[in-house]
Protein backbone atom coordinates (compact mmCIF):
# COMPACT_ATOMS: atom_id res chain seq x y z
CA UNK A 1 0.00 0.00 0.00
CA UNK A 2 1.29 3.59 -0.92
CA UNK A 3 1.57 6.23 1.59
CA UNK A 4 1.41 9.92 1.14
CA UNK A 5 3.19 12.40 4.14
CA UNK A 6 2.34 15.70 3.63
CA UNK A 7 4.36 18.12 5.88
CA UNK A 8 3.41 21.39 7.52
CA UNK A 9 5.25 23.39 5.29
CA UNK A 10 3.31 22.03 2.42
CA UNK A 11 -0.19 23.25 4.14
CA UNK A 12 -2.45 25.64 2.95
CA UNK A 13 -3.62 28.83 5.73
CA UNK A 14 -5.86 31.23 5.42
CA UNK A 15 -7.18 33.51 8.24
CA UNK A 16 -10.90 32.90 9.21
CA UNK A 17 -13.28 35.23 11.36
CA UNK A 18 -11.98 33.34 14.70
CA UNK A 19 -8.31 32.78 14.03
CA UNK A 20 -6.24 31.09 11.28
CA UNK A 21 -7.32 27.62 9.45
CA UNK A 22 -4.72 25.18 8.46
CA UNK A 23 -6.40 22.62 4.95
CA UNK A 24 -4.68 18.91 6.16
CA UNK A 25 -6.29 17.70 3.23
CA UNK A 26 -8.90 17.85 0.82
CA UNK A 27 -10.41 15.52 -1.46
CA UNK A 28 -10.49 15.06 -4.65
CA UNK A 29 -7.30 16.95 -4.47
CA UNK A 30 -7.94 19.72 -7.36
CA UNK A 31 -11.17 20.64 -5.03
CA UNK A 32 -11.15 23.62 -3.68
CA UNK A 33 -13.28 24.53 -0.69
CA UNK A 34 -13.81 27.88 -1.05
CA UNK A 35 -15.97 26.47 -4.33
CA UNK A 36 -17.49 23.61 -1.77
CA UNK A 37 -16.55 21.01 -3.96
CA UNK A 38 -15.17 19.15 -2.11
CA UNK A 39 -16.36 15.12 -0.93
CA UNK A 40 -14.22 15.68 2.46
CA UNK A 41 -11.20 18.28 3.80
CA UNK A 42 -9.47 17.95 6.74
CA UNK A 43 -8.69 20.91 8.27
CA UNK A 44 -7.18 22.65 11.80
CA UNK A 45 -7.76 25.80 12.95
CA UNK A 46 -6.68 28.08 15.74
CA UNK A 47 -9.25 29.74 17.59
CA UNK A 48 -8.18 33.17 19.11
CA UNK A 49 -11.06 35.04 20.10
CA UNK A 50 -13.23 33.99 23.18
CA UNK A 51 -16.42 33.69 21.28
CA UNK A 52 -16.25 33.40 17.68
CA UNK A 53 -19.24 32.22 14.45
CA UNK A 54 -18.17 29.53 12.54
CA UNK A 55 -18.71 29.47 9.39
CA UNK A 56 -22.23 28.79 7.55
CA UNK A 57 -21.59 25.28 5.33
CA UNK A 58 -25.11 24.13 4.33
CA UNK A 59 -24.76 20.92 3.04
CA UNK A 60 -21.60 19.43 4.94
CA UNK A 61 -21.64 17.06 7.46
CA UNK A 62 -18.86 17.97 10.70
CA UNK A 63 -17.08 16.61 13.31
CA UNK A 64 -15.27 18.49 14.74
CA UNK A 65 -11.93 18.12 17.87
CA UNK A 66 -10.26 20.19 19.95
CA UNK A 67 -6.41 19.50 20.44
CA UNK A 68 -5.32 22.53 22.72
CA UNK A 69 -8.26 23.89 24.98
CA UNK A 70 -11.57 23.26 25.08
CA UNK A 71 -14.69 24.64 23.44
CA UNK A 72 -18.33 25.27 24.43
CA UNK A 73 -20.39 25.28 21.26
CA UNK A 74 -24.04 26.83 20.95
CA UNK A 75 -25.68 25.09 17.85
CA UNK A 76 -28.71 27.78 17.78
CA UNK A 77 -32.51 25.75 18.13
CA UNK A 78 -30.06 22.36 18.55
CA UNK A 79 -28.33 22.74 21.78
CA UNK A 80 -25.04 23.19 23.08
CA UNK A 81 -21.84 20.58 23.73
CA UNK A 82 -18.55 21.19 25.79
CA UNK A 83 -15.84 19.88 24.37
CA UNK A 84 -12.37 19.17 26.37
CA UNK A 85 -9.28 17.85 24.38
CA UNK A 86 -9.50 15.30 22.02
CA UNK A 87 -13.55 14.46 22.89
CA UNK A 88 -15.28 15.27 19.53
CA UNK A 89 -19.00 15.80 18.20
CA UNK A 90 -20.86 15.90 14.89
CA UNK A 91 -23.26 18.80 13.55
CA UNK A 92 -24.79 20.15 10.51
CA UNK A 93 -22.10 22.62 9.08
CA UNK A 94 -25.51 24.73 8.20
CA UNK A 95 -26.45 25.18 11.31
CA UNK A 96 -25.34 28.96 13.13
CA UNK A 97 -22.54 27.62 15.55
CA UNK A 98 -21.36 29.74 18.34
CA UNK A 99 -17.93 28.99 19.75
CA UNK A 100 -16.85 30.08 22.97
CA UNK A 101 -13.26 29.56 24.35
CA UNK A 102 -10.05 29.77 22.54
CA UNK A 103 -8.65 26.25 21.06
CA UNK A 104 -6.50 24.40 18.29
CA UNK A 105 -8.94 21.99 16.68
CA UNK A 106 -9.35 19.70 13.96
CA UNK A 107 -12.48 19.34 11.62
CA UNK A 108 -13.68 16.50 9.37
CA UNK A 109 -15.75 18.33 6.68
CA UNK A 110 -17.71 15.74 4.41
CA UNK A 111 -20.50 16.58 1.38
CA UNK A 112 -22.71 13.35 0.71
CA UNK A 113 -20.08 10.55 2.14
CA UNK A 114 -19.68 9.53 5.72
CA UNK A 115 -16.56 9.09 7.80
CA UNK A 116 -15.27 9.09 11.89
CA UNK A 117 -12.62 10.09 13.93
CA UNK A 118 -10.41 8.24 16.08
CA UNK A 119 -7.42 8.80 18.60
CA UNK A 120 -4.64 6.36 18.97
CA UNK A 121 -2.07 7.11 22.09
CA UNK A 122 1.41 5.42 21.27
CA UNK A 123 3.46 4.79 24.20
CA UNK A 124 7.19 5.27 23.72
CA UNK A 125 8.17 2.59 21.31
CA UNK A 126 4.69 1.46 20.85
CA UNK A 127 3.27 0.46 17.53
CA UNK A 128 -0.26 -0.45 16.09
CA UNK A 129 -1.30 -2.34 12.38
CA UNK A 130 -4.17 0.14 10.84
CA UNK A 131 -6.26 -1.71 8.04
CA UNK A 132 -7.49 0.50 5.27
CA UNK A 133 -10.75 -1.23 3.23
CA UNK A 134 -11.45 -0.87 -0.23
CA UNK A 135 -13.40 2.42 -1.13
CA UNK A 136 -11.92 4.27 2.38
CA UNK A 137 -9.40 7.14 2.69
CA UNK A 138 -7.08 6.72 5.63
CA UNK A 139 -5.65 9.94 7.30
CA UNK A 140 -3.51 9.89 10.26
CA UNK A 141 -2.79 13.20 11.75
CA UNK A 142 -0.03 13.39 14.11
CA UNK A 143 -1.00 15.61 16.43
CA UNK A 144 1.41 15.36 19.71
CA UNK A 145 5.01 13.41 18.86
CA UNK A 146 6.14 11.99 15.95
CA UNK A 147 5.90 8.52 14.62
CA UNK A 148 7.29 6.27 11.52
CA UNK A 149 4.73 4.66 8.86
CA UNK A 150 5.80 1.62 7.51
CA UNK A 151 3.68 -0.02 4.33
CA UNK A 152 6.02 -0.47 1.12
CA UNK A 153 8.47 2.08 2.47
CA UNK A 154 9.31 3.57 6.27
CA UNK A 155 8.12 6.85 6.72
CA UNK A 156 9.03 9.59 9.48
CA UNK A 157 5.96 11.61 10.18
CA UNK A 158 6.69 14.56 12.71
CA UNK A 159 4.18 16.32 15.22
CA UNK A 160 1.48 17.82 12.68
CA UNK A 161 2.29 16.19 9.74
CA UNK A 162 -0.65 13.78 7.96
CA UNK A 163 0.06 10.65 6.20
CA UNK A 164 -2.89 9.61 3.61
CA UNK A 165 -3.54 5.98 2.23
CA UNK A 166 -6.46 5.54 -0.02
CA UNK A 167 -5.48 2.25 -1.14
CA UNK A 168 -6.71 -1.05 0.49
CA UNK A 169 -4.13 -2.73 2.85
CA UNK A 170 -2.61 -2.29 6.05
CA UNK A 171 0.60 -0.22 7.23
CA UNK A 172 2.00 0.50 10.93
CA UNK A 173 2.62 3.09 12.81
CA UNK A 174 4.98 3.50 15.54
CA UNK A 175 5.71 5.95 18.11
CA UNK A 176 8.87 7.03 17.16
CA UNK A 177 9.77 9.28 20.71
CA UNK A 178 10.02 8.65 23.76
CA UNK A 179 7.23 10.45 25.14
CA UNK A 180 3.39 9.43 24.61
CA UNK A 181 2.27 10.13 20.91
CA UNK A 182 -1.15 11.20 19.64
CA UNK A 183 -2.61 10.60 16.43
CA UNK A 184 -6.31 11.42 15.00
CA UNK A 185 -7.58 9.31 12.22
CA UNK A 186 -9.97 10.07 9.97
CA UNK A 187 -11.44 7.47 8.44
CA UNK A 188 -13.87 8.31 5.18
CA UNK A 189 -15.86 5.75 3.10
CA UNK A 190 -15.57 7.53 -0.80
CA UNK A 191 -17.36 4.49 -2.53
Request: glycine share 8%.
Amino acid sequence: MKLTVKRPEEYAVSVWAGGKTTQLYIYPEDAEYAKRNFLFRLSSATVECEQSEFTSLPGVDRIIMPLRGSLHLYYEGHGEKVLREYEQDSFDGGWQTISMGRATDFNLMMRGVKGRLEVLELAAGQSRTLCNQAGEILAVYAAEGECRCTSEESLLMPEKSLAVASEAGTFIVQNNGDICCKLVCARVQIA
